[in-house]
Structure formats: structure tokens, C-alpha cells
């Protein structure tokens, strides 16, 4: 099902489409494939990843954490959450809204993986059938444990995984793939600018 619209929509009317999708089954098979360290892409798939360092000690260690519960890689990008901070939970159900110069893309997407570890937090969510992609998006910031249990280096990582379902981005592949990249580039800085520290990132695609 297509998410383009003319116009974005009103928070009365992401609230009913969040209704609609709740309960809806995921659109593709591989839970948690955005999170796997090297993941085999279904036929037609692609990837955009990147990833940065952000400092080092608890302190910045805490801050990313507070980034990704926050939500700030999508606020950093402008796009419009229903429910406003969702609680990072597995089956929390969430309608995203990207805008674009001609009207705006609404995609509901469902969480299917939480990471809550002691090197490593974060989250995937999967798309539901009101997506112009089928795929998943992981957001994780990683710490290096010293000796001593205290933090080392920090860092946030940002993946899509995805295929094009929507007819305009099936008729331009490179471009919806370079759309893609954009917004991981743009979700990273938000989730870096969060955290407190600036860094030089290293992304890529394919």
C-alpha cells in the first residue's frame, strides 16, 4: 500500500491510520535483519548503513542511550511520529511521516527487536502494509566495556534494509536507494548531535 500524500496529514488523521494498521502482519519475513552484523539481502534488496563515534565514558554512553528512547534521529530529520515518543518496546506500532517539497510519506512500521545489553541498545522496526517499502530499520549505539566496567568509546549505527513497493520508487531505484542514504546520513547526525559531540561518520550503500 502506497504512503504518498499531497499533503500531510493531521494528527487526528495519523492517530485513525494507526488504528488501521494496528495488528496488521509485517510485509517481509526476516525479523531483525538490520541488526545482524552481515546480513544476506533478499533478491531485489538493498542496504544503506552508517556509523559514527561519538566520544568516549558513561556520561556520552547515557546520552545515546537517551537519544534513541527520545527518538532524536527522527527529529533530527523532521519526521512526524504517531504516538509523538513511542516507548521502545517489541510490537510498538508507530505511523512515520516524512515530508517532501510536494506533499508528504506516511509509513506505519511495528518494532520487532529490542537490544538491551551491556554493550549495546537499540531497536529495529519492520514496515506494515502501509509502507512504500518492504524492510526494517535498525538504530543501535554500541560501547566498548573496559576492564574496569567502565565505558570506552561510543558509538551510534543506523541501517535500512529495504525494497522499493511504491510505484514512483520502483520506477527509480537509484533514487529511492539515494533518499534511503540520506535519511540513515541525517538519522545518525541527529542521534551524534544528541549524544553531545560532533565526529566524522563513515557511511555507505548499495
Same mark, same amino acid.
Given at each position: 500500500? /502506497? ?6 496529514? /493531521? ?10 494498521? *494496528?495488528?496488521? @502482519? #509485517? $510485509?517481509?519475513?526476516?525479523?531483525? !535483519? *538490520?541488526?545482524?552484523?552481515? @546480513? ?5 534488496? =538493498? +542496504?544503506? *548503513?552508517?556509523?559514527? $563515534? +561519538? ?12 537519544? #534513541?528512547? =527520545? ?18 518496546? +517489541?510490537?510498538?506500532?508507530?505511523? &512515520?511521516?516524512?515530508?517532501? %517539497? ?8 511495528? !518494532? &520487532?527487536? &529490542? ?13 506494515? @502494509?502501509?509502507? @512504500? ?27 535500512? +534494509?529495504? %525494497? ?21 546520513? =541525517? ?10 559531540? /560532533?565526529? %566524522?561518520?563513515?557511511? %555507505?550503500?548499495?
Amino acid at each position: 500500500m /502506497s504512503g504518498l500524500r499531497l499533503r500531510r496529514p /493531521s494528527r487526528a488523521a495519523l492517530v485513525r491510520l494507526l488504528a488501521r494498521q *494496528s495488528g496488521q @502482519p #509485517l $510485509t517481509y519475513e526476516h525479523q531483525g !535483519i *538490520s541488526l545482524e552484523a552481515a @546480513p544476506v539481502l533478499p533478491a531485489g534488496w =538493498g +542496504v544503506s *548503513s552508517a556509523s559514527r $563515534t +561519538v566520544g568516549s565514558g558513561d556520561a556520552v554512553w547515557q546520552a545515546a542511550r537517551a537519544a #534513541l528512547d =527520545g527518538w532524536a534521529a527522527h527529529a533530527a530529520v523532521g519526521v512526524v511520529l504517531e504516538p509523538e515518543r513511542p516507548p521502545l518496546r +517489541v510490537g510498538q506500532e508507530v505511523v &512515520v511521516v516524512a515530508g517532501l %517539497r510536494w506533499g508528504a510519506v506516511v509509513a506505519a512500521c511495528r !518494532i &520487532v527487536r &529490542v537490544v538491551d545489553e551491556p554493550d549495546a541498545y537499540g531497536f529495529a522496526y519492520g514496515t506494515l @502494509p502501509l509502507h @512504500p517499502e518492504v524492510g526494517e530499520e535498525g538504530f543501535v549505539v554500541r560501547r566498548e566495556l573496559r576492564p574496569d566496567g567502565s565505558t570506552g568509546e561510543v558509538s551510534v549505527h543506523v541501517r535500512a +534494509v529495504s %525494497r522499493a513497493v511504491a510505484l514512483p520508487a520502483r520506477l527509480a531505484p537509484p533514487l529511492a536507494r539515494l533518499v534511503i542514504a540520506g535519511y540513515v546520513r =541525517g538519522y545518525l547526525r541527529g542521534l551524534a548531535q544528541a549524544a553531545g559531540v /560532533s565526529a %566524522r561518520s563513515e557511511g %555507505r550503500s548499495r
